[in-house]
């Protein structure tokens, strides 16, 4: 890449990826959290402090892992040159 080019992402997309995201990191935590809790911790534990701890647990994994996936979308992601002009 030109020094003189930056990178620019349509804004569009940027909404979409960043809202996208968002809704990624507050709802797959507290999905997991509730899903975990009722369909495998109550199983396994009773209902009870162990059953809660447990899902909190894997709702915390779940939040550290979408927080990595955006974080390497943004590393990583390809973007989108303006194209150079000529100038006389």
């Known amino acids: 890449m030109m020094k003189d080019q930056e990178p620019v992402l349509p804004e569009r997309q940027m909404f979409k990826t960043v809202f996208s995201y968002c809704v ?5 935590p507290v999905l997991t959290f509730f899903l975990a809790k009722y369909y ?9 402090v162990p059953s809660n701890v447990w899902s909190a647990l894997s709702s915390v994994v779940v939040l550290h892992v979408a927080l990595g996936l955006f974080i390497y979308r943004a590393y990583s992601e390809a973007t989108i040159t303006k ?6």
């Open 40 to 48: 495998l911790f109550d199983l396994m534990f009773g209902d009870g």
């Open 83 to 88: 194209p150079t002009t000529k100038e006389d």
């Open 24 to 28: 990624l990191i507050i709802a797959a």
